[in-house]
């Protein structure tokens, strides 16, 4: 089992920058693929960005596709997600999830863990 702890949200303004973090601890975490996630109010959860055990493959949704960048730190069991340009609409509550595989899905239920998610609010 791989607990997660997710930290660095806040409240910005559109076009600020935040950088979230993903601390995990339990099981290999260098072993398996990693994602972020994120619910805003009354919408289901959905996928923000993914990546490989070994951190050489990625992806995004195409809504943060060149804004958003996750990195992981192996060394470190840590896993980034760099937001730039942030806009209102990227107010949600954001997971971080492992898969118990080496390599990423875009699908919520393919994820076995989950952290306790971080607050990011973005105002206009």
């Known amino acids: 089992q791989v607990q997660l702890v997710e930290s660095g949200g806040g409240l910005v303004q559109a076009g600020d920058s935040l950088r979230l973090f993903c601390a995990a601890s339990?099981?290999?975490?260098?072993?398996?693929?990693m994602g972020w996630f994120r619910q805003a109010p009354g919408k289901e959860r959905e996928f923000v960005a993914a990546?490989?055990?070994?951190?050489?493959?990625?992806t995004y949704a195409d809504s943060v596709k060149g804004r958003f960048t996750i990195s992981r730190d192996n060394a470190k069991n840590t896993v980034y997600l760099q937001m730039n340009k942030l806009k209102p609409e990227d107010t949600a509550v954001y997971y971080c999830?492992?898969?118990?595989?080496?390599?990423?899905?875009?699908?919520?239920?393919?994820?076995?863990?989950w952290g306790q998610g971080t607050q990011v609010t973005v105002s206009s």
């Open positions: 999830a492992v898969r118990g595989a080496r390599y990423y899905t875009t699908n919520v239920g393919d994820y076995d863990s």
């Open positions: 339990g099981r290999t975490f260098s072993s398996y693929a």
């Open positions: 990546i490989s055990w070994s951190g050489s493959s990625t």
